[in-house]
């Protein structure tokens, strides 16, 4: 039996708060020429959601909740609680 270690690799993220929707949606890429990976926006006071597109299939942000950008360039919603177990933010 091994030992194994995640690798160490940067993304970028963004927490999901209704007062920064609008920084959220220009990471997203909403407004430039395309929707981006957004599908859907609910949001009633207080409250706000994000459906994006992921190639698994539409998937959604709640309040809270990260939103990463693979590597790759793809968008996936992340729950709050088990994001912040794993990731630390990387300062320059």
Known sequence: MAKYRKKSV???AIQLTTENWQDVYDFLGVGSGSDGAV????SSPGE?????????????ARQGDYIVKT?????YPRERDLWEK???IVVD
């Open 10 to 12: 940067e993304i970028e």
């Open 39 to 42: 599908v859907g926006i609910q």
């Open 48 to 60: 706000i959601e994000i459906i994006i597109e992921t190639p698994e299939g539409d998937m959604t």
């Open 71 to 75: 590597q790759d360039g793809v968008f």
């Open 86 to 88: 794993v990731m630390e």
